[in-house]
């Protein structure tokens, strides 16, 4: 395989640096736009010692498949955009203009053919509103996504983690969770004004949450009929098989050319699970682990069978 560096908007205000990788030959090869979760992560969009993009690059390149892969926009640019005064950090900021930066990247190169998007956890749940928003892919791949609403995951990641806090610990997160509720009543009754003047945390305010669940995921969801391919482990405790999986396949379960890939052993980041437990979420990230050929395997069938 062959791994070019590139640098992803060049002339723009927020440039961020990338790998395409290609496999051997000389194509058109499909490729995948590869779609980070929540959080600053770099192009590997590593966390601990997992690097699950770098994996998904690696292992479609050896089975004919390219991918671009970046640094996420508030990794690369952090400080300057908390800093940019009268501007919040938005959704579409952070994650959408880049994917879309990325997509036409992928085809003004004539090495490339059909261009998939795959996302990952919040990038799963953009990832119909960035095919909504000009995305025009073959086909889409969603990641441990869910089609709840982000704050309402967040809340509840929340109250799981409190579960095993020693009691002076929990009664202090306890304060903090109320607050934390407090603060998204009434959310999308908000003018975006008054959601962009208050702040959550760090440089995000209520208008990003605002921006994310209004139109809910499910509203993107019906608005696209691409190919989609819905993958989770069913160890993941940070989205649930049991709920956000079933919930997909209730919206979308019906539709024939919707796959569905659910994997019994495998965490959030689609490695060998060791923790059941949100509360242990940096142990579980912590020992180097990679993707396995199952799951590579079918993302690169899956985008042979829409190619």
């Not at 690696?58 to 390219?66: F, K, T, V």
Request: glycine share 10%; proline share 5%; aromatic share 8%.
């Amino acid at each position: 395989m062959k791994q070019e560096s590139i640098v992803l908007g060049k002339n723009t205000r927020f440039p961020l640096k990338g790998i395409l990788t290609l496999p051997e030959g000389s194509g058109p090869f499909p490729a995948v736009v590869l779609v980070h979760g929540s959080g600053s992560s770099n192009m590997d969009e590593k966390v601990g010692k997992l690097t699950p993009f770098k994996d998904i690059a690696l292992g479609l390149a050896q089975r004919g498949i390219a991918s671009v892969r970046y640094d996420k926009r508030s990794y690369a640019h952090g400080l300057k955009m908390v800093l940019d005064k009268g501007r919040p950090i938005t959704v579409w900021e952070e994650t959408i203009e880049d994917a879309l930066l990325a997509a036409a990247l992928l085809r003004s190169d004539p090495r490339i053919g059909p261009v998939f998007l795959l996302g990952h956890s919040m990038g799963a749940m953009l990832a119909p509103r960035i095919e909504c928003a000009g995305g025009d892919f073959r086909g889409l791949i969603l990641l441990a996504g869910t089609p709840r609403r982000l704050e309402e995951v967040l809340l509840e990641q929340t109250r799981e983690a409190m579960a095993d806090m020693p009691g002076f610990t929990r009664k202090i997160a306890s304060k903090q969770l109320k607050k934390l509720e407090k603060t998204f009543e009434g959310l999308y009754d908000l003018s975006d004004e008054a959601a962009k003047a208050k702040k959550v945390g760090g440089g995000t305010t209520l208008y990003y949450f605002k921006e994310m669940g209004r139109p809910a995921v499910a509203d993107w969801l019906a608005k696209t009929h691409k190919p989609m391919l819905i993958m989770q482990g069913e160890k993941d405790f940070q989205v649930k098989a049991s709920v956000d999986f079933a919930m997909y396949k209730e919206l979308l379960g019906d539709r024939e050319n919707v796959t569905f890939k659910l994997y019994p052993d495998l965490n959030h980041a689609f490695v060998s699970a060791r923790f059941d437990s949100i509360a242990q979420a940096k142990k579980e990230f912590t020992p180097e682990r990679h993707i396995g050929p199952e799951v590579l395997d079918d993302l690169a069938d899956w985008i042979r069978v829409q190619g």
